[in-house]
């Protein structure tokens, strides 16, 4: 029969890379703070253990903003609990994951306007204002 100890020591076993993770997110924030420097995370290349993955989802939690792309199937952005630290999933036509990433930083690469797609903007607002 397992004990009580043996039981919690194999849960946070079983959680084992998500304590290093929110660490790594830890001094990422502070880069961002002293240097503006953002970082990414590749969760997608971690070794997780099974429930690992979500508990550290649980851990960063939903935050207030959250996005979604679709564009040769769905990308979603949201922001955790920390403002800062985005959850970004994509996933391919057939509804796969096909990458997930932890950014800290101030706004997400992917949602910020290509310099090109502002200058066809511009063109587009202005044959419609001349």
């Known amino acids: 029969m397992t004990s009580l100890d043996e039981?919690?020591?194999q849960v946070d076993a079983m959680h084992g890379?998500?304590?290093?993770?929110?660490?790594?997110?830890?001094?990422?924030?502070?880069?961002?703070?002293?240097?503006?420097?953002?970082t990414t995370i590749d969760l997608a290349s971690l070794p997780f253990a099974p429930g690992e993955l979500e508990a550290l989802e649980?851990?960063?939690?939903?935050?207030?903003?959250?996005?979604?792309?679709?564009?040769l199937g769905t990308s979603s952005i949201r922001e955790t609990v920390y403002p800062g630290v985005w959850w970004?999933?994509?996933r391919n036509v057939y509804d796969e994951v096909v990458g997930r990433y932890l950014e800290v930083t101030r706004m997400p690469?992917?949602?910020?306007?290509?310099?090109?797609?502002?200058?066809?903007?511009r063109a587009g607002l202005g044959g419609q204002v001349e």
């Open 58 to 71: 649980a851990s960063l939690g939903a935050g207030e903003v959250s996005a979604q792309l679709d564009a």
């Open 88 to 90: 970004i999933e994509h």
């Open 7 to 9: 039981i919690d020591v």
């Open 17 to 38: 890379n998500v304590r290093p993770i929110l660490n790594e997110v830890l001094h990422a924030l502070d880069r961002l703070i002293d240097t503006d420097e953002a």
């Open 109 to 121: 690469e992917m949602l910020a306007s290509q310099f090109a797609d502002i200058c066809a903007g």
